[in-house]
């Protein structure tokens, strides 16, 4: 039984690191987003350039 116990927290753990890692990336991608936008707003080609590069990175 305790070997079941272990296996179904380690299990739990992983999990929860998955859902955390995708709320990161998430908000990460966001901000991205965001950035870019501002950028665009801005007439900033460097800026927007940069951030599509990043962007494409976090995606890949």
């Known amino acids: 039984m305790d070997k079941m116990k272990v296996t179904y927290e380690a299990m739990l753990g992983l999990a929860a ?3 955390l890692d995708e709320a990161v ?3 990460r991608r ?3 987003y965001d950035e870019i936008d501002r950028a665009l707003a801005d007439g900033d080609e460097a800026g ?3 951030l599509t590069e ?3 990175a976090l995606c890949n």
Request: charged fraction near 45%; hydrophobic fraction near 45%.
């Open 30 to 32: 966001k901000r991205i």
């Open 54 to 56: 990043e962007l494409k």
């Open 25 to 27: 990336l998430d908000f």
């Open 17 to 19: 690191e998955m859902v």
């Open 48 to 50: 927007f350039q940069k």
